[in-house]
């Protein structure tokens, strides 16, 4: 096994007036990796490598007006490898090569109006060109290739309000986003599909500060997300399928029982549905918008502000998350399911400008099933 990787960031901040901040940053990364089975016997002799890399363009604009008014862009160009392979031994060779140029644009303003109310709003755009071309060159069989390219183009206006009453102890904040998905793929030269979507997001925030040192608050929201891009392709996965949704519902403690400590207590349930699956029957599409789940736990976060030199965090999440990908299926544990997440972070200020730190991160999951037999065809 032969890994290689390596990654690379710069990031440019400029102030022209009291008003106005840009902002330029670049990053990127590359990763590729090599398999070499190399024996006395040409014929098992067999090679795998694969390559992933990207680079990301985002520049930035804040300006802020008077009386607190603030307008914020901020866009992003990148390309993307996700996936280039090649497996080769003495009698075939397969290639699969995917690529991806992206480009995103967020626009917010931020609008007060009185003491007890705000408006905020914006837009996100976010545009996609995605191709993928595989190939296979078997001894004694002719070649076989085919090519997919998809183009998605997701518009999201939203708007919302921040409302205070009873002298800024109770905040509400309801929010109101409108998700357009579009989707124009081409599988072949002479074949293309094209598929639409608009789903409203309606969410609501809610804190109530009873006491200086003790604040409840609660959330709830609808969500709407793509389906990946690779399975829309008619060779390996389904040209109709929708997008995924859930409903989240959040309750929440905060407490401060001393000046730097911060103590938030949050319980969370997700509801889960239209998730894009495997099909199956044996007449069903590769993909389906069949299955539904739910992800239900809680979270507790102290977080230390700058106090003698010391600050830190710890956090601990306790999480179910649960999957049934038809509705005929019995519910199952999610195969990314993190049952324990334990994090702690510490850092110490030092003369002379050092500084020292911990990081300790502790995960149970994720859960696997053993293979106790096989067939090979």
């Known amino acids: 096994i032969s890994p290689s990787y390596w990654d690379y960031q710069a990031r440019l901040t400029y102030r022209p007036t009291a008003r106005d901040e840009l902002g330029l940053f670049v990053f990127g990364s590359d990763d590729q990796l090599g398999i070499y089975s190399h024996t006395d016997n040409p014929a098992v002799t067999q090679d795998f490598s694969s390559h992933t890399y990207y680079v990301r363009t985002v520049a930035s604009w804040l300006h802020r007006f008077a009386q607190g008014a603030t307008l914020s862009v901020i866009g992003s160009v990148g390309y993307d490898a996700p996936s280039q392979s090649r497996s080769q031994s003495p009698t075939s060779t397969i290639t699969s090569d995917a690529h991806l140029l992206s480009y995103t644009l967020r626009a917010t303003t931020r609008v007060p109006l009185t003491g007890w109310l705000r408006l905020d709003g914006g837009l996100d755009f976010e545009g996609n060109f995605y191709s993928l071309d595989q190939a296979r060159d078997t001894e004694g069989i002719a070649p076989a290739s085919r090519a997919f390219s998809l183009y998605t183009h997701h518009l999201g206006p939203w708007v919302s309000a921040e409302l205070s009453f009873l002298d800024h102890k109770l905040t509400i904040t309801p929010q109101l986003r409108l998700q357009l998905f579009t989707f124009l793929g081409y599988p072949g030269e002479s074949m293309q599909f094209s598929s639409a979507f608009v789903e409203p997001d309606p969410r609501i925030r809610l804190r109530y500060q009873v006491l200086p040192w003790l604040a409840l608050k609660a959330g709830f929201g609808l969500y709407h997300q793509a389906p990946q891009s690779q399975r829309l392709s008619p060779y390996t996965g389904n040209p109709e399928l929708g997008p995924e949704s859930a409903l989240h519902y959040v309750l929440g403690i905060e407490f401060l029982p001393m000046a730097k400590l911060h103590i938030n207590l949050d319980g969370f349930y997700k509801d889960l549905r239209d998730l894009v699956v495997r099909g199956k029957y044996a007449n069903d599409p590769l993909y389906v918008n069949d299955a539904t789940g739910v992800v239900y736990g809680g979270e507790l976060l102290v977080r ?7 600050f830190g965090w710890v956090s601990y999440t306790l999480s179910r998350s ?48 053993p293979v106790l037999g096989a067939a090979y065809d």
């Open 304 to 310: 230390l502000d700058l106090w003698k030199n010391l």
């Open 322 to 369: 649960e999957r049934q990908d038809h509705p005929d299926s019995e519910s199952r544990i999610f195969e990314y399911d993190q049952t324990h997440i334990l994090a702690l972070i510490a850092s110490y200020k030092l003369p002379l400008g050092f500084q020292v730190g911990l990081r300790f991160r502790y995960v149970t999951g994720n859960p696997t099933t």
